[in-house]
């Protein structure tokens, strides 16, 4: 899932190769990498009250993807400069139009300009593509899928929120608490703040994840606020660790939170 910076330098004359910036636009055209196409995070996700971080319509996407050139057949680098939760989104969606093998660029834009990589601030000449994808439906779940497996032995519901969102301290919705069951795992854990945002070892991730009986053989089931944080959490239990069942509930506790029907624990 990864690829290093140094190794993005020696390939940036690849012409396969679409490297999209998540940045924002003020980001981008203050510098970004050389070749890099800019794509709004809003492009691939939006709001349906209360909801947030729903998927785009399939034909709104269509135009996203076809405006940067994206097609089948390239090789995507994503990244952003907020710990690739946006670049991981970029994944997300790719995945649920059944296209893997994208990649993030580990430590996005902070550890390619740690290593002094060079950037350019002119905006990267695009041909537009004409893609046509349709959405898979291979791991996004729903409200009802939610309450169906809640007392699911076989199932864990992995809250990557802060421990204030968790235990109901930070309000972010109509309601405070979790999804009845959910095991807590922040996102930002698995990052290595001392390498400027990288993750950390394979081995220490398995480690944390497994000290909370976070494993392989359970069908694990992601959110968060948005179905943002989440997403670099779903990205890396399927593509950096094979966590074959790996799902994600992308209405999030923007929905559940704000459901005065749907059971909570504090």
Same mark, same amino acid.
């Given at each position: 899932?990864?690829?290093?910076?140094?190794?993005?330098?020696?390939?940036?004359?690849?012409?396969?190769?679409?490297?999209?910036?998540?940045?924002?636009?003020?980001?981008?055209?203050?510098?970004?990498?050389?070749?890099?196409?800019?794509?709004?995070?809003?492009?691939?996700?939006?709001?349906?009250?209360?909801?947030?971080?729903?998927?785009?319509?399939?034909?709104?996407?269509?135009?996203?993807?076809?405006?940067?050139?994206?097609?089948?057949?390239?090789?995507?680098?994503?990244?952003?400069?907020?710990?690739?939760?946006?670049?991981?989104?970029?994944?997300?969606?790719?995945?649920?139009?059944?296209?893997?093998?994208?990649?993030?660029?580990?430590?996005?834009?902070?550890?390619?300009?740690?290593?002094?990589?060079?950037?350019?601030?002119?905006?990267?000449?695009?041909?537009?593509?004409?893609?046509?994808? /349709? +959405?898979?439906?291979?791991?996004?779940?729903? !409200?009802? &899928? $939610?309450?169906?497996?809640?007392?699911?032995? =076989?199932?864990?519901?992995?809250?990557?929120?802060?421990?204030?969102?968790?235990?109901?301290?930070?309000?972010?919705?109509?309601?405070?608490?979790?999804?009845?069951?959910?095991?807590?795992?922040?996102?930002?854990?698995?990052?290595?703040?001392?390498?400027?945002?990288?993750?950390?070892?394979?081995?220490?991730?398995?480690?944390?994840?497994?000290?909370?009986?976070?494993?392989?053989?359970?069908?694990?089931?992601?959110?968060?606020?948005?179905?943002?944080?989440?997403?670099?959490?779903?990205?890396?239990? /399927? +593509?950096?660790?094979?966590?074959?069942?790996? !799902?994600? &509930? $992308?209405?999030?506790?923007?929905?559940?939170? =704000?459901?005065?029907?749907?059971?909570?624990?504090?």
């Amino acid at each position: 899932m990864l690829l290093q910076p140094k190794e993005l330098a020696q390939r940036l004359d690849d012409p396969n190769l679409l490297i999209v910036d998540l940045c924002g636009k003020e980001s981008y055209l203050s510098g970004h990498i050389p070749g890099a196409v800019h794509l709004e995070y809003d492009e691939i996700s939006v709001a349906r009250l209360p909801a947030q971080g729903l998927m785009p319509e399939i034909s709104q996407l269509n135009v996203s993807l076809s405006r940067i050139g994206y097609t089948p057949e390239k090789q995507v680098i994503a990244y952003d400069s907020v710990g690739n939760n946006q670049a991981a989104r970029l994944l997300w969606v790719l995945s649920e139009l059944g296209h893997d093998g994208a990649l993030l660029l580990d430590g996005g834009l902070k550890a390619w300009l740690a290593e002094n990589l060079p950037t350019e601030n002119l905006e990267s000449s695009i041909t537009s593509s004409n893609f046509q994808g /349709k +959405y898979q439906g291979r791991a996004e779940v729903d !409200k009802a &899928y $939610v309450l169906n497996h809640l007392n699911d032995p =076989n199932t864990i519901f992995l809250d990557v929120r802060t421990l204030g969102e968790y235990q109901g301290t930070d309000a972010r919705a109509s309601r405070v608490g979790r999804i009845p069951g959910a095991v807590h795992f922040e996102w930002t854990q698995v990052l290595d703040k001392d390498h400027h945002l990288r993750f950390k070892p394979k081995k220490e991730i398995q480690a944390m994840l497994e000290a909370l009986k976070v494993t392989p053989d359970k069908e694990i089931v992601c959110y968060c606020q948005k179905y943002l944080r989440a997403s670099h959490t779903s990205m890396m239990l /399927k +593509y950096m660790l094979g966590y074959p069942k790996v !799902k994600g &509930y $992308v209405a999030s506790w923007s929905e559940w939170g =704000n459901d005065p029907e749907t059971p909570i624990e504090i």
